[in-house]
């Protein structure tokens, strides 16, 4: 199966620039410093939840409304300092009530430095008794600044709740037919970040990537159906590429997954019932973004 690129069809609005200008009087506004964030949602047993800033903030202050457990966003901009976010039970499907839009999971600060890119995740369990606990936590991304034009640069992330530390393989098929030799990372914790691997980008209608995940120092993969998806687009003198496993200079985030809680609202079955992957698009280091 390939897993949803959507996000990677707009990666590109990613907002960095310093200005921008007023469509009715035609003068360049200075834009508040800012940072780069995006949001994920890896809480396996709750419904839908939205993001917001609500320290008063319009400009600067994206609000990520509606994210399913394993829903990610793109890059968006967000105004640097310290900032106040909650994260909220979504009323969608509760009839819109007023009274669940009101029910608050989380309420914290966290200082954004202007010109910095961070991950924002909602992580853990949010049922009462169940551990971890739904937290927020907030990584700085580093993002490698060469690649070759025929390689793509690649991490992969930890964030599957209670399932332990794992083994991750990484290789060059789609194809489930076991995993052979070393693991690519060992022994990975929950919340820990691989380095950036350099990968060979892989050819435009090729086979794409396997990502083989498995409980540390077995060999038996709980991932189902893991092939990485998102091949990219090579870029045009009229459009950016956008991020992918054939596109030369891209660099990925790949993100391990628990399964959801049975029985709660978060989505269920298929592939939601084992461990799985989804692939964020960080950034094509050609990219011009404005």
Same mark, same amino acid.
């Given at each position: 199966?390939?897993?949803?690129?959507?996000?990677?069809?707009?990666? *590109?609005?990613?907002? =960095? /620039?310093?200005?921008?200008?007023?469509?009715? /009087?035609?003068?360049?506004?200075?834009?508040?410093?800012?940072?780069?964030?995006? !949001?994920? %949602?890896?809480?396996?047993?709750?419904?839908?939840?939205?993001?917001?800033?609500?320290?008063?903030?319009?400009?600067?202050?994206?609000?990520?409304?509606?994210?399913?457990?394993?829903?990610?966003?793109?890059?968006?901009?967000?105004?640097?300092?310290?900032?106040?976010?909650?994260?909220?039970? %979504?009323?969608?499907?509760?009839? $819109?009530?007023?009274?669940? #839009?009101?029910?608050?999971?989380?309420? +914290?600060?966290?200082?954004?430095?202007?010109?910095?890119? !961070? +991950?924002?995740? /909602?992580?853990?369990? /949010?049922?009462?008794?169940?551990?971890?606990?739904?937290?927020?936590?907030?990584?700085?991304?580093?993002?490698?600044?060469? =690649?070759?034009?025929?390689?793509?640069?690649?991490?992969?992330?930890?964030?599957?709740?209670?399932?332990? @530390?794992?083994?991750?393989?990484?290789?060059?098929?789609? @194809?489930?037919?076991?995993?052979?030799?070393?693991?690519? #990372? *060992? $022994?990975?914790?929950?919340?820990?970040?691989?380095? !950036?691997?350099?990968?060979?980008?892989?050819?435009?209608?090729?086979? =794409? !990537?396997?990502?083989?995940? #498995?409980?540390?120092?077995?060999?038996? &993969?709980?991932?189902?159906?893991?092939?990485?998806?998102?091949?990219?687009?090579?870029? +045009?003198?009229?459009? $950016?590429? =956008?991020?992918?496993?054939?596109?030369?200079?891209?660099?990925?985030?790949?993100?391990?997954?628990?399964?959801?809680?049975?029985?709660?609202?978060? &989505?269920?079955?298929?592939?939601?019932?084992?461990?799985?992957?989804?692939?964020? &698009?960080?950034?094509?280091?050609?990219?011009?973004?404005?």
């Amino acid at each position: 199966m390939r897993f949803r690129h959507l996000s990677s069809l707009i990666a *590109a609005a990613a907002a =960095l /620039s310093a200005c921008s200008t007023d469509e009715v /009087s035609g003068v360049a506004t200075q834009l508040a410093p800012a940072a780069s964030v995006r !949001y994920v %949602n890896a809480v396996g047993d709750t419904s839908a939840l939205d993001f917001r800033f609500v320290d008063g903030e319009v400009e600067g202050s994206p609000q990520f409304a509606g994210m399913t457990f394993r829903q990610f966003t793109p890059y968006q901009r967000a105004r640097a300092g310290t900032r106040r976010m909650r994260i909220f039970t %979504n009323p969608a499907a509760f009839g $819109n009530s007023i009274d669940v #839009a009101r029910q608050q999971h989380i309420d +914290t600060t966290f200082t954004f430095e202007a010109g910095k890119r !961070y +991950t924002i995740m /909602s992580f853990g369990f /949010s049922r009462a008794g169940a551990t971890p606990r739904h937290r927020l936590v907030i990584t700085e991304d580093v993002l490698p600044t060469t =690649l070759a034009a025929t390689a793509v640069g690649v991490r992969t992330i930890h964030a599957a709740a209670g399932v332990g @530390n794992v083994d991750v393989w990484v290789q060059p098929s789609e @194809n489930a037919a076991g995993v052979t030799g070393a693991p690519t #990372a *060992a $022994n990975v914790a929950p919340l820990a970040a691989t380095a !950036y691997l350099t990968l060979a980008a892989r050819p435009v209608g090729s086979l =794409l !990537y396997r990502w083989d995940v #498995a409980p540390t120092g077995t060999t038996t &993969p709980v991932t189902m159906s893991p092939s990485s998806g998102l091949p990219g687009q090579v870029g +045009t003198a009229a459009q $950016n590429p =956008l991020v992918g496993f054939q596109v030369g200079r891209s660099i990925i985030t790949a993100i391990v997954f628990a399964p959801s809680v049975v029985g709660s609202r978060a &989505p269920q079955g298929g592939e939601f019932a084992n461990v799985g992957m989804r692939f964020l &698009p960080d950034r094509h280091l050609d990219t011009t973004e404005q």
